[in-house]
């Protein structure tokens, strides 16, 4: 009954966003530029944990972000990076629990494959006070997978993607590459 509880709020909140973003307002509008990366990473928030794409808003800063929403009329492809020039808009009155900002893509400025020597890092668990989340699932008989849909490549370091996180620290750090069919090799791995 909870699951039917919170799915039936699920789908009317996504409702009620989808209602909250239809209407456009030009003067809270700009047109931005978008670089996402090749490759994935971890969040976690109220619902779990997720993949996100870090991204790279123009702005002046090179630095990158976790992006948590997503642009309408573009369809990600992991293994490419990409930049889009994309409208953002401001949404009036969002919901509660929606973003108060709308992407919608105008164009693929560039999709590029994305580079399979670059080293970027990945949350692989983390500590939230008394509970413990692993963002792994496998063994080392059957393999390792990110949030059950991206294939880690371990070698000699599985067990270190789920050892104990200590106290003190948050987050267990998996440092990877991307292969060329999109599986992460893991190179090492750290605590923050």
Not at 98 to 104: A, L, Q
Not at 117 to 142: H, K
Request: aromatic content about 14%; overall charge negative; proline content about 3%.
């Amino acid at each position: 009954m909870k699951n039917t509880y919170r799915i039936s709020l699920l789908l009317f909140t996504f409702c009620i966003s989808m209602i909250s973003c239809s209407s456009d307002d030009d003067n809270n509008s700009e047109v931005v530029t978008l670089t996402f990366t090749h490759y994935q990473t971890i969040s976690s928030g109220f619902l779990g944990a997720f993949a996100v794409l870090p991204v790279s808003i123009e702005n002046g800063d090179t630095s990158t972000t976790a992006f948590f929403r997503f642009v309408e009329g573009f369809d990600y492809e992991l293994g490419f990076d990409y930049e889009l020039r994309v409208l953002k808009s401001t949404v009036e009155d969002p919901p509660a629990d929606g973003s108060s900002i709308r992407y919608e893509l105008l164009d693929v400025i560039s999709k590029t494959e994305g580079s399979t020597t670059e080293t970027f890092n990945v949350w692989l668990g983390g500590n939230f006070g008394d509970v413990t989340e692993y963002y792994t699932t496998g063994t080392n008989a059957t393999g390792f997978q990110l949030l059950d849909t991206i294939p880690i490549n371990c070698g000699d370091l599985c067990d270190e993607m789920t050892q104990v996180i200590p106290e003190g620290s948050t987050f267990l750090i998996g440092t990877f590459t991307r292969n060329t069919d999109n599986s992460y090799t893991l190179i090492s791995t750290s605590f923050n």
